[in-house]
Nanobody
Framework: EVQLVESGGGLVQAGGSLRLSCAAS????????IGWFRQAPGKEREGLLC????????NYADSVKDRFTISSDSAKNTVYLQMNNLKPEDTAVYYC??????????????????????WGQGTQVTVSS
């Protein structure tokens, strides 16, 4: 069974940090790209970063470029999103998603939610001012 499970969300003050985890199962880790997305109330789902063994790290959003980093632990089939210097506008539900790298670099670089096949349930991040 293919499954993605996010954890690590919560309430944090502006300027603080959080690390989100995405545990993947049912995949061959070398064959997938995992992306982090977020969706704030009333807004579209936004791609943030992506990582894969095939294509490396890809940044989707300039707004988080110098504050958020993505990493992975293949032994644990887990991808992390380290978020530093959080701002109130970072408040959203954060999702991880997966696609097969067979879809090619174009799909992986697109950052489009519809390019991804599997989604986690999301974890809430709230940043207070």
């Amino acid at each position: 069974e293919v499954q993605l499970v996010e954890s690590g969300g919560g309430l944090v003050q502006a300027g603080g940090s959080l690390r989100l985890s995405c545990a993947a199962s049912g995949f061959t880790f070398d064959d997938i790209a995992i992306g982090w997305f977020r969706q704030a109330p009333g807004k579209e789902r936004e791609g943030l970063l992506c990582i894969s063994n095939t294509y490396g790290r890809i940044n989707y959003a300039d707004s988080v470029k110098d504050r958020f980093t993505i990493s992975s632990d293949s032994a644990k089939n887990t991808v992390y999103l380290q978020m530093n210097n959080l701002k109130p506008e970072d408040t959203a539900v954060y999702y991880c998603a997966a696609m097969g790298t067979f879809r090619g670099i174009g799909a992986v670089r697109s950052g489009m939610p519809q390019a991804y096949d599997y989604w986690g349930q999301g974890t809430q991040v709230t940043v207070s001012s």
